[in-house]
């Protein structure tokens, strides 16, 4: 199984109440394709950046969960219907187990310090 998140939209026609149920029935869609929820958020209202169906706000909600990635497919499937306005599924990255590695020091090279003058008379070879 894999670790995702889906993150939807639900049209703000509707009444918190019914939002709730909505984000209930979502996750029963995932338990019925064998899968488990980490964690379900409750619906919040939010005002959108831009329109989308018409609607400048709507109810935010999102859900961690794992599932095998054949049953994707039927997930999505069952998001397509006309109380959600917009979702997006990813998948979550792995956590890490080891500690990140200490990050590498280059040393600075010794630059040598040129003098004006030497400067100038190296540009005035070049251009001759």
Request: aromatic share 6%.
């Amino acid at each position: 199984m894999k670790s995702y998140e889906l993150t939807y939209l639900i049209s703000p026609d509707h009444t918190e109440e019914e939002t709730k149920n909505l984000s209930e029935k979502i996750a029963n869609f995932i338990t019925e394709l064998s899968g488990l929820i980490k964690t379900n958020h409750n619906p919040s209202r939010t005002k959108l950046a831009y329109l989308i169906n018409g609607k400048r706000e709507a109810f935010l909600n999102s859900i961690e969960f794992s599932l095998n990635p054949e049953k994707i497919k039927d997930l999505k499937n069952k998001m397509k219907m006309g109380e959600i306005i917009r979702y997006v599924i990813v998948i979550k990255a792995k956590e890490r187990k080891a500690p990140l590695k200490k990050p590498r020091v280059v040393e600075k090279s010794k630059e040598q310090k040129v003098e004006i003058e030497n400067m100038d008379k190296k540009i005035d070879e070049i251009l001759q």
